[in-house]
């Protein structure tokens, strides 16, 4: 595609109940990011993935946070037992390699009830 | 790792002025700094970039300084429009970490 591809749009779940995003990054870029957004915050760096090196996930704030990237392309950023306080925008974004221009998706609102 | 303060949080000018956001880095190994403009509802878009080679990149009514010395980069917008009202981010990132460190944005408003 012509960008980085974000699904869903929109996520309401009940809490305690597991969510899968999806990002779908632009073809040959191998960095892929996560980032999330709370309302009128800054960008919460989640996950970082660069070929096939182990990924840094240093910014996952609990164990209840997981992502793969499979073949290198799409990627999964999942939140188990899903809590109020993950409501947020989950971005992500993808770049040609690390350090150079990052591109973003339009983003997944998730919101917790 | 790397530590990024943007200032100000908040900035209001007259269309037609000059807006200016400031940015500090800590890790002195950074080497590329984008600065990201993100409308409402959208996600972040690089508006210009600068890597620590040069001290000044211009495009348009955008600029980007960076004092490597200091660890500091700033953003100048000269005759705003009110469609340069968002929210503006800076970043660094360097060969060594590669993911961006985002400072914590600026809402600038343009008012006509």
């Known amino acids: 595609g012509a960008g980085v591809s974000q699904s869903p749009s929109n996520k309401v779940t009940e809490k305690g109940k597991d969510v899968e995003l999806r990002c779908d990054p632009i073809?040959?870029?191998?960095?892929l990011y996560w980032y999330r957004q709370s309302l009128g915050q800054g960008l919460e760096f989640l996950i970082y993935?660069?070929?096939?090196?182990?990924?840094?996930k240093s910014g996952l704030p609990s164990d209840r946070f997981s992502a793969e990237r499979t073949g290198g392309s799409v990627s999964t950023l999942t939140i188990q037992r899903t809590q109020q306080e993950d409501s947020a925008v989950y971005l992500c974004?993808?770049?040609?390699?690390?350090?150079?221009?990052?591109?973003f998706g339009q983003g997944t609102r998730l919101t917790v009830v | 790792g790397e530590n990024v303060e943007q200032h100000p949080s908040t900035l209001s000018v007259q269309e037609g002025d000059s807006a200016v956001i400031k940015c500090t880095y800590s890790d002195s190994a950074s080497n590329y700094f984008p600065w990201y403009k993100q409308e409402l509802g959208k996600g972040p878009q690089l508006i210009i970039d600068i890597r620590s080679n040069v001290g000044e990149k211009k495009d348009q009514r955008i600029a980007v300084t960076l004092n490597k010395t200091a660890k500091h980069f700033s953003l100048h917008i000269t005759e705003t429009q009110p469609e340069d009202s968002a929210v503006y981010f800076c970043?660094?990132?360097?060969?060594?970490?590669?993911?961006?460190?985002f400072g914590k944005g600026t809402k600038l408003s343009v008012i006509p």
């Open positions: 974004a993808s770049s040609t390699t690390g350090n150079t221009e990052a591109f």
């Open positions: 993935f660069q070929g096939n090196s182990a990924p840094d």
């Open positions: 073809s040959g870029h191998t960095a």
């Open positions: 970043a660094a990132s360097n060969r060594k970490s590669y993911q961006h460190t």
